[in-house]
């Protein structure tokens, strides 16, 4: 098992920053990926980045490329996400998430485990 805990969410102006962070803990040793996923109100669950624990190779979407910066540092067991730029859109929960296997990392059904999630509000 692995738990995530993510923070650092709160309220922010449009153009602004955050930056979240997801702790991991316990069988930290076989996770294969970590990543970020949001979900807006009405909206599906949607990709937002990703990072290969061992050699820290990133995956963003579309929406987030160029303002969104993923990393992680593996002695913390911890994952970031440094959102800039931010804009009203981007408001949503965001959760963190690991998995364990190879492949489809923007599928958040492969994904095993989940943190609690955390809230963006950006305003306008």
């Known amino acids: 098992q692995v738990q995530l805990v993510e923070s650092g969410g709160g309220l922010v102006q449009a153009g602004g920053s955050l930056r979240l962070s997801c702790t991991a803990s316990?069988?930290?040793?076989?996770?294969?990926?970590m990543g970020w996923f949001r979900q807006a109100p009405g909206k599906e669950r949607e990709f937002v980045s990703s990072?290969?624990?061992?050699?820290?190779?990133?995956n963003y979407a579309d929406s987030v490329k160029g303002r969104f910066t993923i990393s992680r540092d593996k002695n913390k067991n911890t994952m970031y996400l440094q959102m800039d730029s931010l804009k009203p859109e981007d408001t949503a929960i965001y959760y963190c998430?690991?998995?364990?296997?190879?492949?489809?990392?923007?599928?958040?059904?492969?994904?095993?485990?989940w943190g609690q999630g955390t809230q963006i509000t950006v305003s306008s």
């Open positions: 316990g069988r930290t040793f076989s996770m294969y990926y």
């Open positions: 998430a690991s998995k364990t296997t190879y492949g489809l990392v923007t599928k958040g059904d492969y994904y095993e485990y």
């Open positions: 990072i290969t624990w061992s050699v820290g190779s990133t």
